[in-house]
């Protein structure tokens, strides 16, 4: 079988020690190198054509034009992890380029080798160049590994734990590992948020207090209460698990009250957003004291009232409806008219809402009616809460 002449090879660290023999082999052999200027620099020895960019659609073009020459790509760390590696093949394939991928070695398993702690067990987050909830993911699991680069710094990840009361978890900075100046550095958040750290770093956050199991219907006086209305938890779990919300979704909460409802769709797409709109300013200064209590930096506040603000929103795969203000149809074609295929659950403590719910087209509705024990002196009695109808827009 003959080879491509095009190899997209992970380098690794950096281009000697963490090297592997197959990309060694294969820099060696190259008519060109490609890659970013701080890789290129690391086989000057070798006195091979260069060519320096890091921007996918300008290689495959330089590739294109190169004949059968034989090219080596090279990429830091490994090509399957967040690498460029994966838009640069799409752009091969586009224009029938064959090639053959060599890994590395990834950042990650690099840092954890430093520290003796296995790799198998880490969530991955990257932070170069792109949003995440560092948060949250940090709250739903013990080991995180977030890739830093760009704008983002460790200092401002540490800050943003501390402000979600996030700050006594255990934090390790690698800075330029594999390189003559690595520094690890440990601490706890808190302690970490006035750290500089080089452009070229990672962390790994260990988190013993992590979330054991996704909390559904948590209970009403674990949340900072107000004067602001909220669902309660019998209602709010059965609402919450008919939308069927997905790690990655896009959620918008209208009328968020307490943001008891945002709290728990934010537990559920931790790469995700949720979009909290209340009109009331002073609900929603409470509710974001519940999403930093919760350690939910996938909720988003919007203040204002819902058919204004809700033009500005992204497309939501999910729509929860705890409060109209009395414009229900127009909220549910805005919705509608963002993505047609949306989920739509309401909830309805009177029968004009419930018929004003026929907006929604083909429903299903359930009544909960729940009573809750109180102590009357020596005994026990249930007392009763007041009915309410939770609304599932059924899709077509």
Do not use: Q
Not at 130 to 156: M, W
């Amino acid at each position: 079988m003959t080879e491509p002449n095009v190899i997209i090879a992970g380098v690794g660290m950096e281009c000697s020690d963490s090297l592997t023999v197959r990309a060694k082999n294969a820099a060696e052999s190259a008519d060109i190198l490609i890659g970013a200027g701080r890789i290129l620099r690391g086989f000057e020895y070798l006195r091979k054509e260069t060519f320096c960019s890091y921007n996918a659609c300008e290689i495959a073009d330089f590739i294109c034009g190169k004949g059968d020459k034989k090219i080596v790509v090279l990429m830091s760390g490994d090509c399957g992890f967040f690498s460029g590696a994966r838009k640069l093949s799409e752009e091969l394939d586009r224009r029938g380029v064959k090639y053959e991928t060599i890994p590395g070695i990834a950042s990650p398993v690099y840092l954890c080798s430093r520290l003796g702690i296995g790799w198998e067990r880490l969530r991955f987050v990257s932070l170069h160049g792109a949003e995440a909830n560092i948060v949250r993911e940090v709250c739903s699991n013990e080991y995180v590994f977030a890739l830093l680069g760009g704008e983002k710094d460790c200092g401002e990840v540490c800050r943003k734990l501390t402000e979600y009361g996030r700050g006594k978890v255990t934090v390790f900075i690698g800075e330029e590992l594999g390189y003559p100046g690595e520094k690890i550095t440990k601490g706890l958040a808190e302690e970490l948020s006035g750290v500089i750290t080089s452009k070229l770093c990672s962390m790994l956050i260990v988190n013993s207090e992590y979330e054991k199991y996704l909390a559904s219907g948590i209970p009403d006086d674990e949340f900072i209460r107000g004067k602001a209305p909220m669902t309660k938890a019998e209602v709010r779990c059965s609402a919450v698990s008919k939308l069927c919300i997905g790690e990655n979704d896009i959620c918008w909460d209208i009328g968020s009250g307490t943001g008891s409802v945002s709290v728990e769709m934010a537990l559920r797409c931790p790469r995700g957003k949720v979009y909290a709109v209340e009109k009331d300013g002073e609900a929603a200064e409470l509710s974001e004291e519940n999403f930093r209590k919760f350690g939910c930096d996938n909720v988003i506040s919007v203040c204002g009232r819902a058919e204004n603000v809700i033009k500005e929103l992204p497309a939501p795969d999910c729509v929860f409806i705890g409060g109209s203000g009395g414009v229900l149809s127009e909220i549910v074609s805005a919705a509608l008219s963002k993505n047609p295929s949306v989920r739509i659950v309401m909830t309805a403590v009177t029968l004009e809402t419930l018929s004003e719910s026929e907006c929604l087209g083909e429903r299903e509705i359930v009544e909960i009616t729940a009573a809750r024990t109180v102590r009357a002196g020596r005994y026990t009695m249930l007392r009763g809460e007041n009915p309410v109808f939770v609304i599932r827009r059924l899709s077509r």
